[in-house]
Each structure stands twice: as C-alpha cells, then as structure tokens.
C-alpha cells in the first residue's frame, strides 16, 4: 500500500489536536506506520520546504513550523496520499470545507494544523528525511 508524510504541525499540537488528526485518519482506514514527537532544526525545516525557498513567506513558514514539537507520522493505506488530503481539506483553511481538518479547525493559511505529502515523488523524499531508518 501507499505511504505519506504526515505532520501535524506546532498549532495543532499548541491546540491539542494530535488525537483527533488521528482518530480521523484511521476512522478513514489508513493505518500508522511511524509517529514521532520533535521540534524540527531550521536546517530540517528547510530541506522539507525546499520547494518554497523563493517565496515570500519562506521564512516566516521555517519560523512557524519550528517553533515547537510536531507530531510526524507515516501513513499506509490504498491512496494515501490522496486520502489523507482530502481529509486534510484546501491549503487555505477558509477554503476548506466543512468536515475536513483544516476546515473544522484552522483560520490561517499558514498555521492549517496538518501537513501531506503532496505526491509519491514528495512522499518518498519526505519519509527519507523524517524517517531515515524506514525502509
Ligand atoms: P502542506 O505541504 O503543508 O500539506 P499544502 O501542500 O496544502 O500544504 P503548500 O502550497 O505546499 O500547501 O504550502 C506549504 C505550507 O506553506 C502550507 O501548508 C502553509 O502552512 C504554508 N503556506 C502556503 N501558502 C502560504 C501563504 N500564502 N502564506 C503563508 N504560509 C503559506
């Protein structure tokens, strides 16, 4: 089966939210592989949003997402990488709907709670770098 990255990132861990990311990920059916609660290093943080580097809110982003622990997760499960987006909900949380976890939970564009992997080329890069011993 497909695997993801999944973070959940210093705002939902701030708000308390780590069970419910997960109670709704394996209500879905996906199952946990690895979970690991650490405050990311800037250099970490910067690897794993390389893809922003030259946007505007690169720094600010690196800021938020190591300014406290975060919960980082891989999930297996048919589609998981699709699966776990929808029930992420949009980027945008004020564009997410109803019922999924950006939605339900978050204002803030940046500060949306969750993280997933985006593709099977982002997701093998991204459990390699939080994961390295998995195989
Ligand atoms: P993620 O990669 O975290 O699952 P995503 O794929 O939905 O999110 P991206 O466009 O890859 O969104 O952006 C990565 C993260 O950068 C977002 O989740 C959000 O925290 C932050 N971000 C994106 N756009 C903005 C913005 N305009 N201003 C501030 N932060 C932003």
């Not at 943080?45 to 809110?57: D, K, L, N, S, V």
């Not at 019922?99 to 803030?108: K, P, W």
């Amino acid at each position: 089966p497909a695997r993801t990255l999944v973070l959940v990132k210093p705002d939902g861990i701030a708000r308390g939210l780590v069970g419910e990311v997960i109670s709704r990920l394996e209500a879905k059916g996906l199952r946990l592989v690895a979970a690991d609660l650490r405050t990311l290093t800037a250099e970490v943080a910067e690897t794993h949003y390389a893809e922003h580097r030259e946007r505007p809110f690169f720094a600010s982003l690196v800021e938020f997402i190591t300014s406290g622990p975060l919960m980082a997760l891989v999930v297996e499960g048919p589609r998981a990488i699709e699966a776990f987006r929808a029930l992420a909900g949009a980027t945008d949380p004020v564009q997410a709907g109803p019922g999924t976890i950006r939605g339900d939970f978050a204002l803030e564009v940046q500060n949306n709670i969750v993280h997933g992997s985006d593709s099977p080329e982002s997701a093998a890069r991204e459990i390699a770098l939080f994961f390295p011993d998995l195989g």
